[in-house]
T-cell receptor, first 113, second 115 residues
Framework: DAGVIQSPRHEVTEMGQEVTLRCKPI?????LFWYRQTMMRGLELLIY????????DSGMPEDRFSAKMPNASFSTLKIQPSEPRDSAVYFC???????????FGPGTRLTVL | DQQVKQNSPSLSVQEGRISILNCDYT??????FLWYKKYPAEGPTFLIS?????DKNEDGRFTVFLNKSAKHLSLHIVPSQPGDSAVYFC??????????????FGKGTHLIIQP
């Protein structure tokens, strides 16, 4: 069974560039979560969707960050423009129902130079 | 302001012995707690969970204990095996009936099982 798929696995970009991270949740899952992991703050929730609708984006750090879920099998997290402090590992997770166990993807390691 | 705290960044245990990982929380609205295990270059994987209406949940070698009055939970691994070496994250979630369903994580404890 395919788990949560994230691409790319690694991204290196220069400050000011646009970055798009992609996530395919587990088929049949209705909730999707984006998390960010840094040394300073650990794992923190950025935004989550339920049935493709954003429910809570209070964790999105700035207007430079945006997320979309155009359909049940695809979501993007975009950073425009990127800054060095955005360097982190970004995880996507999905769950069957809103309060079910969340299953994580392998993460995207983003480095902004 | 950390709502979920894992005060031990690392823990070293001999193979075959018991590993005890601790977690404290401050938000009394949390009512569901989980432990995730993470290997390098992989995403966290779910290990075990416990609802606030219980004080213990067991799954094979893994047992989670919850002390609501102390706002403390712990994960016991018995016996510890080399494959248990990983970073363990404690996570919590509140029941808001439609609000914040995301998880609040601790910063993790790196468990090292010594042969």
């Amino acid at each position: 069974d395919a788990g949560v798929i994230q691409s790319p696995r690694h991204e290196v970009t220069e400050m000011g560039q646009e970055v798009t991270l992609r996530c395919k949740p587990i088929s049949g899952h209705n909730s999707l979560f984006w998390y960010r992991q840094t040394m300073m703050r650990g794992l923190e929730l950025l935004i989550y969707f339920n049935n493709n609708v954003p429910i809570d984006d209070s964790g999105m750090p700035e207007d430079r960050f945006s997320a979309k879920m155009p359909n049940a099998s695809f979501s993007t997290l975009k950073i425009q423009p990127s800054e060095p402090r955005d360097s982190a590992v970004y995880f996507c997770a999905s769950s069957f129902l809103r309060l079910d166990t969340q299953y994580f993807g392998p993460g995207t390691r983003l480095t902004v130079l | 302001d950390q709502q979920v705290k894992q005060n031990s960044p690392s823990l070293s245990v001999q193979e075959g012995r018991i590993s005890i990982l601790n977690c404290d929380y401050t938000n009394s609205m949390f009512d569901y707690f989980l432990w995730y295990k993470k290997y390098p270059a992989e995403g966290p994987t779910f290990l075990i969970s416990i609802s606030s209406i219980k004080d213990k949940n067991e799954d094979g070698r893994f047992t989670v204990f919850l002390n609501k009055s102390a706002k403390h939970l712990s994960l016991h691994i018995v016996p510890s095996q080399p494959g248990d070496s990983a970073v363990y994250f404690c996570a919590a979630r509140g029941s808001t009936g439609g609000g914040a369903d995301g998880l609040t994580f601790g910063k993790g404890t790196h468990l090292i099982i010594q042969p």
